[in-house]
């Protein structure tokens, strides 16, 4: 009974220290968090992010794109997106399969760029940002599914 | 207040932001990122959480959901950094001589992470009081007042308070708990 009492006051102490010094999250940081409700979506249409180079380097990464640039997969089912982050950094090159005619829409939290996707499947971003982006592949032909991967830092 | 989130109320999911926006932050810097990687890891993880609120249903397990997807973007940013960087020789030794400083920090920044994730568990009345006293020096009558609560209760309450706190702090620690499920007995409970 004695020692939960101090252990207790220990842990007010802990605490009271934590208010004192804990850093406040700043208030654009804080916006942010506020106006990612207006991205609620239904993940059932959800392409997840299944392999990072970043987290996942087997030399897969080295072995396509030559070293020292990021690979991304997504999948849904039986569709694939791969996103391959080069030049440093400036060039965003992606890859959809199966493949077929249509665009993309790369979102950022804050705006979203559109690229055409021929009919390999392929497209290119030129100078993407770095932060937060989720991409939106929408076939050409009608009924075709909507793709929309995991929202990801690059 | 996840289901009303997921239902479409954005006052429940403003007061998930203000109920968990600290802890990730805390996850983010305890990783060693500035503040605009941690930025970064807060805005994809809020993101995140927006594209699978409906998964999420279970209030229960948004909690620890929001710290491991917190801390694997946190991970994940941390070696995006690394690989812009031409390490060098004099780099790599200067780097050694901080990593003694560094370790004991980083022990103190994951023992603040555990506190802000269990504090961030704890049921809303627990956090108020907790919280108040924490603030100032008011007496008891003062604060009885404030949250409306009888005075002689405040006592008993903090120490209840106290020791759920102290409880979910040791099983995050100890690893005994399932990070999908952490704060499933406190989150709910009014």
Not at chain 2, 112 to 136: G, K, N, W, Y
Request: glycine share 8%; aromatic share 6%; proline share 4%.
């Amino acid at each position: 009974m004695r020692d939960d009492g101090y252990e207790l006051e220990a842990l007010d102490r802990e605490l009271r220290e934590l208010f004192a010094r804990v850093e406040p999250v700043p208030a654009h940081v804080m916006d942010q968090a506020y106006s990612a409700f207006a991205w609620r979506g239904v993940a059932a249409s959800l392409a997840g992010l299944e392999y990072d180079s970043i987290i996942d380097d087997d030399g897969l990464a080295r072995l396509r794109t030559g070293g020292g640039e990021r690979l991304l997969r997504f999948r849904s089912g039986g569709s694939m997106v791969e996103v391959s982050i080069v030049d440093e950094g400036h060039r965003l090159v992606g890859q959809i399969t199966p493949p077929e005619y249509g665009r993309v829409e790369m979102r950022r939290p804050d705006q979203v760029r559109e690229a055409l996707v021929d009919e390999a499947g392929r497209f290119l971003v030129d100078d993407p940002a770095p932060g937060a982006m989720s991409l939106r592949c929408l076939p050409a032909a009608p009924g075709g599914a909507v793709l929309e991967t995991e929202w990801v830092t690059i | 207040m996840v289901r009303a989130a997921a239902d479409g109320s954005e006052a429940a999911w403003a007061a998930l932001v203000d109920r968990f926006a600290g802890v990730i932050w805390a996850v983010a810097r305890a990783q060693g990122l500035d503040p605009s990687d941690a930025a970064d890891v807060s805005q994809t993880t809020w993101l995140r959480f927006a594209e699978h609120i409906d998964q999420l249903r279970e209030a229960e397990r948004a909690a620890g959901w929001l710290v491991t997807t917190a801390r694997r973007e946190a991970v994940r940013i941390s070696r995006l950094g690394a690989r812009h960087l031409l390490v060098d020789p004099w780099t790599e030794l200067a780097r050694r001589d901080e990593e003694v400083e560094i370790d004991e920090a980083l022990l103190d920044q994951e023992r603040s992470v555990v506190l802000q994730q269990s504090f961030a568990a704890l049921p809303d009345r627990c956090r108020r009081l907790l919280q108040a006293l924490a603030a100032e020096d008011a007496s008891y009558a003062d604060l009885g007042q404030r949250l409306d609560m009888p005075v002689g209760s405040i006592g008993p309450t903090r120490a209840r308070c106290l020791e759920k706190l102290r409880a979910l702090m040791s099983r995050l620690e100890e690893g005994q708990l399932n990070p999908l499920t952490f704060g499933k007995d406190q989150v709910h409970e009014r």
